[in-house]
């Protein structure tokens, strides 16, 4: 998986990662991190284990398999923050409502926020590995906030920032998975 540093200003949609509830903070920020190589990085693990206990491990293999999965089978970029960055990029929503809609049983949902961030359809490894992503955290109690909700509150804010290029500051801080 090849990782650039930038990405264009658009990238940020004005939400913040700790304006999320717990268990979406908690699996953006677990993917960037095993997205982004640091899946086995001791505050990882760490933060994984005090929130989940014994399906810990479980939801870290489910989210690295989840991008690998996105790494064999996109045919876009996929934009993420860098772990431990603030802002939440469009495509990290995207994976919000993907994993929103996988624990809620919206598969046509489901379906066209994978379609948006592959490029194209997804497979049925695909599908079956945020699948499990969504099911280690339901089981876990950790059922996820509607994305929609989130957006309504937030996108004004990203689209007066976009307009008046209040964004350019968070460009360097963007890591962009291919």
């Known amino acids: 998986m090849r990782v650039q540093s930038q990405i264009s200003p658009n990238g940020f949609t004005g939400l913040r ?21 640091h899946g086995n990085c001791a505050a990882v693990v760490d933060g994984f284990e005090r929130a989940l206990g014994d399906a810990s491990k479980q939801a870290r293999q489910s989210l690295h398999h989840l991008a690998i999965e996105f790494s064999n089978v996109g045919r ?8 431990g960055c603030l ?6 929503v995207c994976l919000i409502g993907a994993i929103y809609a996988a624990q809620t049983c ?17 497979t049925l490894e695909l599908k079956a ?12 109690n950790y ?12 996108y004004p804010i990203a689209n007066q920032a976009t307009l008046r290029g209040d ?12």
């Open 167 to 178: 964004q350019q500051e968070n460009a360097s801080n963007v890591r962009t998975l291919h």
């Open 129 to 140: 590995a945020l699948q499990d992503v969504a099911d280690v955290l339901l089981l876990a």
């Open 17 to 37: 990662i700790s304006e999320l509830d717990f268990a979406t903070g908690l699996a953006v920020w677990g993917f960037r991190a095993v997205a982004t190589g």
């Open 76 to 83: 876009r970029t996929f934009h993420l923050s860098a772990p």
């Open 87 to 92: 802002g939440v990029t469009h495509d990290e």
């Open 143 to 154: 059922a996820f906030q509607d994305p929609k909700e989130l957006m309504d509150r937030f």
């Open 106 to 122: 919206q598969k046509e949902y489901a379906a066209g926020q994978l379609v948006w961030l592959l490029g194209r359809s997804a």
